[in-house]
C-alpha cells in the first residue's frame, strides 16, 4: 500500500506524508515494524517531545526537575512545580498499587523492568500536569504504549498528546467530566443511528455509561483482543484527530456487532456481565474496523460537536 501510494516506508520529522494520505493503509493496519514510529510522529507526540526541549522528561523525574542539573532542591522549590508533597506522595501510592496490576495477561508486563518503566511514565505525567496528577486507567493505557512503542519517553510524550491535544477536556480529571459528556453524547449518537437499540436499553433501564465508561477511559485496551485492540489504536493515533469522533465509531460499531444478542436480552445485569467477555473474543477487525467507518456516515463533525455541548449542559444541570 505504501508502494502504490507513492509514500516512504518510514516516517521521521522531515518525511511525514500527510494523515490523509495514509488511510488505506491506516484502514488495513499498519504493519507491526511500522506502528512505533507512525504513533509517534502523528499522535502528536513528536511535536510535543520537541516543543519541550531536551531533558525536560528526565527533568520530571529527577529529584527537583525543573531546577537544572545541579544543586540541592528544597520541599519548596518542589512544591513549586510539583504541587505540595503530601499530594504527591498519595499519588504515587496509588501509581503503586496500579501498576502490578495493569495488562497482567502480557507476559511482559509482569517483567520488573518493564513495570518500573510505566512506574515513571506515570509519575512523569503526574508531575507535568499537576491537575490530572494520576488517574486511574492512565496505567492501562501507558502500559499499552510501552508494550508497543518500546521505550518510556515516547510512551510519555504520546499519553502527553493524547490527553492534552486529542481527548475531550477533563476527560481524566478527578470529576470524569469529560468521560461523562462521551457517555451522554455516545448515548443521543445511539438513538440517532439505532434507535431501535436505544429503546431497548431504555426500557430495561440500562445506562450505556455501565458499557462505554471502561471504553473511552482506556481506549478500549480491556475491552477488545491485542490484534482488534492494535487495529483500533491505529485509527485513533494515526487518524484520530480529535479522537472523540473515532471512540464514538468503534464504540458504536461494537454496539452493532453485538445488537442481536443485546435485542433479545431483557436483563441489564446479564448484559454488562457477558459482554465484556464476548468483546475479548471479537476478532473479526476488519468488519469492525470497515463498519465503524460507516456507522456515522451522512453526520458532520459539527452535528456531533453540538451533541458533545448538549451532553454537558445536561451533565452540569444535572449536577446542579
Request: net charge neutral; hydrophobic share 45%; glycine share 2%.
Given at each position: 500500500l505504501l508502494t502504490q501510494q507513492g509514500l516512504p516506508q518510514t516516517v521521521s520529522e522531515r518525511c511525514c506524508p500527510p494523515a490523509?494520505?495514509?488511510?488505506?493503509?491506516?484502514?488495513?493496519?499498519?504493519?507491526?515494524?511500522?506502528?512505533?514510529?507512525?504513533?509517534f510522529m502523528y499522535s502528536g507526540g513528536a511535536a510535543r517531545r520537541d516543543a519541550a526541549g531536551q531533558g525536560y522528561y528526565e527533568g520530571l523525574l529527577a529529584d527537583g526537575g525543573g531546577f537544572g542539573a545541579q544543586g540541592e532542591r528544597s520541599e519548596a522549590e518542589m512544591e513549586a512545580v510539583w504541587g505540595d508533597m503530601e499530594t504527591q506522595q498519595d499519588t504515587l501510592r496509588v501509581i503503586d498499587k496500579d501498576v502490578p496490576r495493569t495488562l497482567t495477561s502480557n507476559r511482559r508486563m509482569l517483567c520488573p523492568s518493564m513495570q518500573s518503566m510505566l512506574r515513571r511514565v506515570l509519575l512523569a505525567y503526574s508531575r507535568h500536569n499537576p491537575s490530572v496528577g494520576y488517574c486511574q486507567s492512565l496505567n492501562v493505557v501507558a502500559g499499552m504504549l510501552l508494550l508497543v512503542l518500546g521505550g518510556?519517553?515516547?510512551?510519555?510524550?504520546?499519553?502527553?498528546?493524547?490527553?492534552?491535544?486529542?481527548?475531550?477536556?477533563?476527560?481524566y480529571a478527578p470529576d470524569l467530566m469529560g468521560t461523562r459528556q462521551h457517555n451522554h453524547t455516545l448515548t443521543l449518537l445511539l438513538k440517532k443511528v439505532s434507535p431501535?437499540?436505544?429503546?431497548?436499553?431504555?426500557?430495561?433501564?440500562?445506562?450505556?455509561?455501565?458499557?462505554?465508561?471502561?471504553w473511552f477511559l482506556c481506549m478500549f485496551t480491556n475491552a477488545l483482543p491485542p490484534p482488534t485492540l492494535l487495529r483500533v489504536w491505529d485509527l485513533i493515533l494515526v487518524q484520530g484527530?480529535?479522537?472523540?469522533?473515532?471512540?464514538?465509531?468503534?464504540a458504536l460499531a461494537l454496539l452493532a456487532a453485538a445488537e442481536?444478542?443485546?435485542?433479545?436480552?431483557?436483563?441489564?445485569?446479564?448484559?454488562?456481565?457477558?459482554?465484556?467477555?464476548?468483546?475479548?473474543?471479537?476478532?473479526?477487525?476488519?468488519?469492525?474496523?470497515?463498519?465503524?467507518?460507516?456507522?456515522?456516515?451522512?453526520?458532520?463533525?459539527s452535528y456531533i460537536e453540538n451533541l458533545q455541548e448538549n451532553a454537558l449542559d445536561f451533565i452540569r444541570r444535572k449536577n446542579t
Open positions: 490523509r494520505a495514509l488511510k488505506p493503509l491506516i484502514l488495513a493496519g499498519l504493519p507491526a515494524s511500522l506502528r512505533p514510529s507512525f504513533w518510556e519517553e515516547p510512551a510519555f510524550w504520546i499519553l502527553v498528546a493524547l490527553l492534552e491535544e486529542r481527548a475531550l477536556p477533563r476527560t431501535s437499540l436505544a429503546a431497548h436499553l431504555d426500557e430495561m433501564g440500562m445506562d450505556l455509561e455501565m458499557l462505554s465508561t471502561p484527530k480529535p479522537i472523540s469522533k473515532t471512540l464514538y465509531k468503534v442481536p444478542w443485546i435485542m433479545q436480552t431483557h436483563d441489564p445485569t446479564e448484559i454488562t456481565a457477558k459482554l465484556p467477555n464476548v468483546l475479548l473474543h471479537y476478532y473479526d477487525r476488519d468488519q469492525l474496523i470497515k463498519h465503524s467507518q460507516v456507522v456515522l456516515k451522512g453526520l458532520k463533525s
